[in-house]
T-cell receptor
Framework: SQQGEEDPQALSIQEGENATMNCSYK?????LQWYRQNSGRGLVHLIL?????REKHSGRLRVTLDTSKKSSSLLITASRAADTASYFC?????????FGKGTMLLVSP | DAGITQSPRYKITETGRQVTLMCHQT?????MFWYRQDLGHGLRLIYY???????DKGEVPDGYVVSRSKTENFPLTLESATRSQTSVYFC????????????FGEGSRLTVL
């Protein structure tokens, strides 16, 4: 069964706004990752946060992890039209990644 | 060029036929994976391989066969295709163990009529 579940399923915002996506999971993890998928393409790794980390930044991305609540959030600041894509969280236990169903983000100019 | 490539990118077949999707990576990564992506289900793991000649089932292995005779190749075979196997299939390889980053191919879109 799916480990991670993203929320919301779809998000529509204007350029310049921030976008926040959430991920909840059910069991222990080694780390949690976020991926991006443009339409018709493969997934691309964005950021990884380890189970002993609480927050991580990479450019306009900010990821938080709360292992007590088994949840993570991905914040994209100052969004651009080019950020339009689907975003997936993936929970990692040993060498296996399990993906959620994704959040579709639409950023309008 | 270094990377992970899948072939064919698009395939239409008929129910009952055998289909093989190819996956090739140039990094010599030990771990490789096959996922299928379906609307409403996200990505689901079919099979994975920890090294040459070592494979294991994922979440949805029924109807699929894999092999890994060489580190760089990880083909996925549908022995007798069914309509429920219409999907987009992604191959991926795992980067360094301490980073855990997956590198994905561009996908193979399979339609079973």
């Amino acid at each position: 069964s799916q480990q991670g579940e993203e929320d919301p399923q779809a998000l529509s915002i204007q350029e310049g706004e921030n976008a926040t996506m959430n991920c909840s999971y059910k069991t222990s993890i080694n780390n949690l990752q976020w991926y991006r998928q443009n339409s018709g393409r493969g997934l691309v790794h964005l950021i990884l946060i380890r189970s002993n980390e609480r927050e991580k930044h990479s450019g306009r991305l900010r990821v938080t992890l709360d292992t007590s609540k088994k949840s993570s959030s991905l914040l994209i600041t100052a969004s651009r039209a080019a950020d339009t894509a689907s975003y997936f969280c993936a929970t990692v236990l040993y060498s296996t990644l399990t993906f959620g169903k994704g959040t579709m983000l639409l950023v309008s100019p | 060029d270094a990377g992970i490539t899948q072939s064919p990118r698009y395939k239409i077949t008929e129910t009952g036929r055998q289909v093989t999707l190819m996956c090739h990576q140039t990094w010599s990564h030990s771990y490789m994976f096959w996922y299928r992506q379906d609307l409403g289900h996200g990505l689901r793991l079919i099979y994975y391989s920890a090294a040459a000649d070592i494979t294991d089932k994922g979440e949805v292995p029924d109807g699929y066969v894999v092999s890994r005779s060489k580190t760089e190749n990880f083909p996925l075979t549908l022995e007798s295709a069914t309509r429920s196997q219409t999907s987009v299939y992604f191959c991926a390889s795992l980067g360094q163990m301490n980073t855990g980053e997956l590198f994905f191919g561009e996908g193979s879109r399979l339609t079973v009529l």
